[in-house]
Every structure is written in C-alpha cells, then in structure tokens.
C-alpha cells in the first residue's frame, strides 16, 4: 500500500520561511516523480514545483521561481519544499504527490497524472500580511 504523507505546514509572516517535507512508503521512490502541489480556497489546484525521476528535470511554476526549492533525500524516500520570500497569495492547501514510474517532472506539475498517481492528505500554508 502506498502512502505520501505532508508535514511542516504552519502560520508565517510575509517574508517568513517554511520547509515542507513529504515522506512515501510503498513505492520505489527512486523511479517516481514527486512533486509539491497547492490550491486555495475557490482557486484551481497549482503545479507548484516537481522533480521527475530523473534528478536534473526540476520545474517550478513561475510564480515561486527564485523563492521556492524542491528537492529529494532518496536515502530517506523524502521530498521537501523548502520555501522563502513567503507571499500571502502563497496561502493554500499543499499536497504532495508521486507519479510514475518514469515521469517528467514538468508534465507531472501541468497535468496533475500521468502515470500511477498518489497524493497525501495536505499541508495547510497561510502566510499573513
């Protein structure tokens, strides 16, 4: 059984920072896409950051480019979101997901699937002004 599970999310001042992690079990985490996802309330969920399986394919959403980092432990098959420069239009819901095997990260954070797809329960961001 698969199961992505988000943690760090909280209550920041603008300009604040947070990190996000996300830690998998039940797939092999090397060969999957991950990838940070967030949608506020009456807005459409967001492709915010996303590493294909491939370590080199990382795309970011241009609206956190230059604030937000992703990144990967695979020795610990987890995925952070390290994010600065926090915005209030930054405030959502954050989900993680994995999508594979053999995704591409930029077709990953676009589409929301395309492969075997898993998505964690969510981490709530809100940053205040």
């Known amino acids: 059984q698969v199961q992505v599970v988000e943690s760090g999310g909280d209550t920041v001042q603008a300009g604040g920072s947070l990190r996000l992690s996300c830690t998998t079990s039940?797939?092999?985490?090397?060969?999957?896409?991950m990838g940070w996802f967030r949608q506020a309330p009456g807005k459409e969920r967001e492709g915010v950051a996303c590493?294909?399986?491939?370590?080199?394919?990382?795309y970011y959403a241009e609206s956190v480019k230059g604030r937000f980092t992703i990144s990967r432990d695979k020795a610990r098959n987890t995925l952070y979101l390290q994010m600065n420069s926090l915005k209030p239009e930054d405030t959502a819901m954050y989900y993680c997901a994995a999508d594979g095997p053999y995704s591409g990260g930029a077709y990953f954070c676009h589409l929301g699937k395309t492969g075997n797809n898993y998505w964690g329960q969510g981490t709530q961001v809100t940053v205040s002004s």
């Open positions: 039940g797939l092999n985490f090397d060969d999957y896409a």
């Open positions: 590493t294909g399986w491939s370590a080199e394919d990382i």
